[in-house]
């Protein structure tokens, strides 16, 4: 059954360091989506991507967060200067245009 | 803006229990509700997806209902196993990114 990977599943940075989360996507997907889940509270919508580009943001995706698909495959979240509160899981969902199958996700642990 | 609401946020019950999960939500311009199973520390997976022209969906022992009207969805668990015991989540898609709004969750332990 086809699933959304993401890698790595555990990452410990130090704070102010550049991080890269990677997703593959289900291959016939054409939306592609990061969510973010703080310890304790609820999941938050960070991006939607469709045909190449940002479709939607939300207000937490600031200047320091950057999305791409450099390959055709690969759905990448980049977060240039990691900060303490950028310490959380990170979800990486697909979908045709109804159902969002998400990922396992990345646990980040900025220290 | 879309909020949503899950009542209530953690529920213990003795195997074969059937029970019901509430999600209610303050804007029913609604494209789909979808219900997710989180294990703790894990990944979010998905249960039942009911879109807007839908009243309910069921696989298994799961059935979920969406009454747009009143701003409110169930997820009906029949005969509730310990495998059950996890977090579900629901989540609303308001607009045509497709972006869900997520709920708290209720966390639910089926006692054998």
């Known amino acids: 059954e086809p699933e959304v990977t993401q890698t790595p599943s555990h990452q410990v940075t130090q704070m102010g360091q550049e991080v890269i989360l990677r997703c593959v996507p289900i291959?016939?997907?054409?939306?592609f989506y990061w969510y973010r889940q703080i310890l304790g509270q609820k999941v938050e919508f960070l991006v939607s991507?469709?045909?190449?580009?940002?479709?939607?943001k939300s207000e937490i995706f600031d200047d320091q967060f950057s999305v791409e698909r450099p390959d055709g495959s690969n759905f990448t979240l980049k977060i240039r200067s990691t900060k303490l509160e950028d310490s959380a899981m990170y979800f990486c969902?697909?979908?045709?245009?109804?159902?969002?199958?998400f990922g396992q996700g990345t646990r980040l642990t900025v220290v | 803006k879309q909020e949503v609401t899950q009542i209530p946020a953690a529920l213990s019950v003795p195997e074969g229990e059937n029970l019901v999960l509430n999600c209610s939500f303050t804007?029913?311009?609604?494209?789909?509700l979808q219900w997710f199973r989180q294990d703790p520390g894990k990944g979010l997976t998905s249960l039942l997806l009911?879109?807007?022209?839908?009243r309910e969906q069921t696989s298994g022992r799961l059935n979920a209902s969406l009454d747009k009207s009143s701003g409110r969805s169930t997820l009906y668990i029949a005969a509730s196993q310990p495998g059950d015991s996890a977090t579900y989540l629901c989540?609303?898609?308001?607009?045509?990114?497709?972006?869900?709004?997520f709920g708290q969750g209720t966390t639910l332990q089926v006692k054998p």
């Open positions: 969902a697909s979908s045709m245009n109804t159902e969002a199958f």
């Open positions: 291959s016939n997907h054409l939306y």
């Open positions: 991507f469709y045909n190449n580009e940002i479709s939607e």
């Open positions: 804007d029913s311009a609604i494209y789909n």
């Open positions: 009911i879109q807007s022209s839908q």
């Open positions: 989540a609303s898609d308001s607009g045509n990114t497709g972006k869900l709004i």
